[in-house]
């Protein structure tokens, strides 16, 4: 399965912009990048998906570039309520999935 | 509401004492699998269900069983709970396992202890 590398931690102040990136370099062209959040020890919670193109839905945006091999997901005005913890998943259509320990986004006051 | 259901969300129990912890969803879907998490671990996969009456291992395995024997319900078993079984257990469902539908809704998870 394609495997994906994200920082463990990021920081970033109320009301900017959240920038969570992701790599995934060995993702094969039918594979659609996910994101779900983890906020505290509450089930994860979807975000957005994307196969090829840049996605936007009322919770964030989904940059993929164009090689397909790395994304980033934007929060566009992060608010205290952001924090938690980020996960991006490459979906292989395969029976399991893979989580990672994600990116842990703190959202300073 | 849609929604994924567990029970118990709490459970403390006593090693080799046979356990079950039920999930259950309203949406109608065919994928439901149950992951579990570990500090430092993340969310690790246990087994996962393609539909009724089709179930396999996913990541971690041992130890547990499933079954699925309705679409809406897919419990997870302990035979023999030991205390590296003790984590916060997560059951999801999807509609399906094409990659462009493969939106998981997650329970609201089982935090158990075996002592």
């Known amino acids: 399965d394609a495997k994906t590398t994200q920082p463990p931690s990021m920081d970033c102040a109320e009301g900017r912009a959240a920038n969570l990136p992701c790599n995934h370099s060995t993702i094969s062209g039918n594979e659609y990048v996910y994101w779900y959040r983890q906020i505290h020890s509450q089930g994860p919670q979807y975000i957005i998906h994307g196969l090829k193109n840049n996605e936007t839905n009322e919770m964030a945006s989904l940059i993929i570039t164009e090689d397909r091999k790395s994304s980033t997901l934007i929060l566009p005005h992060a608010t205290l309520r952001d924090t938690a913890v980020y996960y991006c998943i490459v979906e292989t259509g395969a029976n399991n999935l893979f989580f990672g320990t994600g990116t842990r986004l703190t959202v300073i006051p | 509401e849609a929604q994924v259901t567990q029970n118990p969300r709490y459970l403390i129990t006593v090693t080799g004492k046979k356990l079950t912890v039920t999930c259950s969803q309203n949406m109608n879907h065919e994928y439901m699998s149950w992951y579990r998490q570990d500090p430092g671990l993340g969310l690790r996969q246990i087994y996962y269900s393609m539909n009724v009456e089709v179930t396999d291992k996913g990541d971690v395995p041992e130890g547990y069983k499933v079954s699925r024997k309705e679409k809406r319900n897919f419990p997870l078993i302990l035979e023999s709970p030991s205390p590296n079984q003790t984590s916060l257990y997560f059951c999801?469902?999807?509609?399906?396992?094409?990659?462009?539908?493969?939106?998981?809704?997650f329970g609201p998870g089982t935090r158990l202890t075996v002592l």
């Open positions: 999801a469902s999807s509609l399906a396992r094409h990659p462009s539908l493969n939106e998981q809704f």
